[in-house]
């Protein structure tokens, strides 16, 4: 008899297979197909990140969930993430987890293309400061974890520009997050959308060299220590020092 496991909120079941689902008395979904295998479940994930069930950047449900979910094995589950990364629309971070790659087209495309470095940096300048002060009142201790992986992830002296850009919009991603406000959030998915665009391609590798990514992780510990702490004056002083520093190297970049 095949294994038979809740199915997670965020763990899609396609429309040809609800005939599939046994409802329970709890209100719960349980899947009792017997002969699902990867290519089911990876063609499951796939169908949710195209539609949008997945955003760009958000982690997705860790493997052990997806093996209770799907009822297979975590061997099973491994070859379906291991499908959708060939495929590029996720990326599998040792110790971090499965991330989503794909990002749909949209007209926020154009605007990112409009937008230079310099623009966005005046915007993140309007928005981070206070999307700062949210998070320090708002931060969970899940979310004080989360961030202090990113800065260590961002620590490693070897990464290089592409990597440590990356990494920088993952850190800023989860203090968003830790606002605990879906507009905010909204709002900063849609500046690291600018961020993978063509004009600060260009910047990056003159900017990032390796002395400044080592001055920028200083920077990003200064704020976490502040974010930490709870200390809102000093969170809100640091990225608001940290975003005027960036603009100045944009300037010089662009003038050089």
């Keep these: 008899m095949a294994k038979m496991a809740d199915i997670d909120p965020k763990v ?3 429309a040809a297979d609800a005939a599939r689902e046994t409802p329970r008395a ?17 063609a499951q994930l796939r169908q949710a990140i195209l539609e949008g069930g ?3 950047g958000e982690k997705i449900p860790a493997e052990r969930q997806l093996a209770q979910a799907y009822g297979a ?20 971070r040792v110790g971090s987890g499965t991330f989503v790659n794909f990002r749909a087209p949209s007209d926020a495309e154009d605007i990112a293309e409009q937008t230079s470095p310099v623009e966005l940096i005046e915007v993140r300048l309007a928005i981070e400061p206070h999307m700062v002060r949210l998070a320090v009142l708002n931060a969970t201790a899940r979310d004080i974890d989360r961030l202090a992986e990113a800065m260590g992830r961002m620590a490693d002296g070897s990464i290089d520009a592409e990597t440590f850009t990356e990494l920088d919009e993952q850190f800023h991603l989860v203090i968003a997050e830790a606002t605990r406000n879906p507009l905010m959030l909204w ?3 849609q500046i690291n959308l600018v961020r993978t665009h063509s004009q600060w391609n260009e910047m990056k590798d003159k900017i990032l060299t390796p002395a400044r990514i080592v001055e920028y992780n200083e920077q990003h510990r200064a704020l976490f220590d ?29 003038a050089a």
Excluded: F, K, M
Aim: proline share 3%; with cysteine; charged share 25%.
């Design 12 to 14: 899609p079941v396609l």
């Design 26 to 42: 709890d209100g719960l979904r349980v899947i009792s197909d017997p002969v699902r295998g990867s290519a089911w479940i990876c």
């Design 54 to 56: 997945y955003a760009h």
């Design 73 to 92: 094995s975590r061997t099973t589950i491994r070859a379906a993430l291991g499908q959708l990364e060939q495929e590029r629309l996720v990326s599998r």
């Design 187 to 189: 709002l900063y998915r």
């Design 226 to 254: 502040a974010i930490r702490s709870r200390d809102v004056e000093s969170a809100v002083a640091i990225v608001t020092n940290h975003l005027y520093y960036a603009r100045r190297q944009l300037i010089g970049a662009d």
